[in-house]
Nanobody, 116 residues
Framework: VQLVESGGGLVQAGGSLRLSCVAS????????MGWYRQAPGKQRELVEL???????KYADSVKGRFAISRDNAKNTVYLQMNVLKPEDTAVYYC???????????WGQGTQVTVSS
């Protein structure tokens, strides 16, 4: 499975970006799909995850600012990021999980930089 991210870039604080992740297979195959991020010197952390059945998991730090959505016909998951803050600066990774047999896939990452 290939996950290809796009949409990262440099934006001023308060601005918006939309990340896209295109999967090489139907996203119906995944039990969960979403986004993680890793800032320099920090561990990779969950940003927002869309779980089969309609549930969403997200980091408290992005609540009310970020929103995940999916276009099943395009095998694409999006992350709309609004009111960006400098602390949102990180490499953002697309992630897809299958429960059984267990497998997990990662994209190559896309850099998001928020200037103050």
């Amino acid at each position: 499975v290939q996950l290809v991210e796009s949409g990262g870039g440099l934006v001023q604080a308060g601005g918006s970006l939309r990340l896209s992740c295109v999967a090489s297979e139907s996203i119906f195959n995944f039990n969960a799909m979403g986004w993680y991020r890793q800032a320099p010197g920090k561990q990779r952390e969950l940003v927002e995850l869309s779980i089969r059945g309609g549930m969403t998991k997200y980091a408290d730090s992005v609540k009310g600012r970020f929103a995940i959505s999916r276009d099943n016909a395009k095998n694409t998951v999006y992350l709309q990021m609004n009111v960006l803050k400098p602390e949102d600066t990180a490499v953002y990774y697309c992630n897809a999980k299958v429960d059984w047999p267990a497998r997990e896939h990662w994209g190559q990452g896309t850099q998001v930089t928020v200037s103050s």
